[in-house]
């Protein structure tokens, strides 16, 4: 069967190990999938230019195989003094029962933000990353137009098809639809969060109808079976996070991929704004709980993430899974505790 994506970038298999920021997709992983023959994708979300940089030369180091890298497109967003002091308040507890941790009160203005984007942007153009996708929105079009002219191939995401169709007006060249069965933030941009949460079975077909460039299928997929079932449907790739998250070469703290393996039959997934201000998909634990009922008046994104981040990295020091956050598909139960190439072999020779 003919395949755009493995044409197009050079790949033998049309996977792509999803890009996952906050130190998961280490140069091992990245570089350990693209051996493989899929695409290793650098999560660099999180990063500044000179970190962005730093972890591309680190995959470069290891492998000559395209692989790419992932941004999150800025979104406006307002310091608000009421609201910051709320949701500090409400953290509170949470500190003290870690041992009393300054909360983070310096936070990085819309205006920087955008300014890091770019830089990010111009690091990637600079070094030729083969791939580069976004999530969180689009770029402008001057983004994308500087991209393509440097022959790297771009890829938007989307959860509904005015996303996917608004990816392809903008000119990119592939959308990376996103289930409702995803891990990790919700990548909606045109629509709230509510009315962005369709699975993968029927988002995939009503898409393909009216979009031509390629669709990667994301959400729930751990093995053959989903990817066929994918491109049953009528997508020309999946991108698959749980499942190289749990892999030994993955950055993910070893109590989180424990999470994920080990609580697979009681441990449910559900979503979350109470970590970073944003919706993500993630294993339900206490803090999830008790924060549902401040869900409605916490800052937005990436305003929450800072304030949380001093709980989170205490509760990783303190091996407490209760405050951390586990973000997780909807398909914990096939995640296996294997290298990034035993599950290339398993996702490819299966059938
Ligand atoms: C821990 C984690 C981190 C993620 N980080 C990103 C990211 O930085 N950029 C992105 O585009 N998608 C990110 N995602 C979403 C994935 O691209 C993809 O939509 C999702 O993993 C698919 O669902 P699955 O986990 O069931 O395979 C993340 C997912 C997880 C689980």
Redesign the pocket.
Known sequence: MPNRLIDALSISHPIIQ?????G?TTAELVTAVSEAGALGMI?A?YLDAESTRHQIHEVKAETDKPFGI?L?VPSPYKEEKDIIQKAQLSLQPYLEKLGSLGVESAFTSYEQTLEIFYRQVNVVIEEQVRVC???FGMPSSDVIHSLKQAGIYTIG?ATTLSEALAIEAAGMDAV?L??S?????R?NFLAGVEQSMIGLMALIPQTVDQVNIPVIA?????DRRGVQAAQCLGAEGA?????F?TCKESG?NPLYKQAILEGQQEDKTTLTKAFSGKAA?GIENDFIREMRKFEQELPDFPIQNTLTKSIRSAAAQHNDRNMMSL?????PNLAEPITAQQLMHKLVDEA
């Open positions: 999803a890009p996952m920021a906050g998961i999560g979300g992932n999150f996708s976004f999530t995401t990376v996103q289930g069965e995803a891990g990790g933030h990548g994301a959400g729930g997929i751990m991108q698959l996070g749980t499942a998250l993910a998909r973000w997780c598909g909807q398909n």
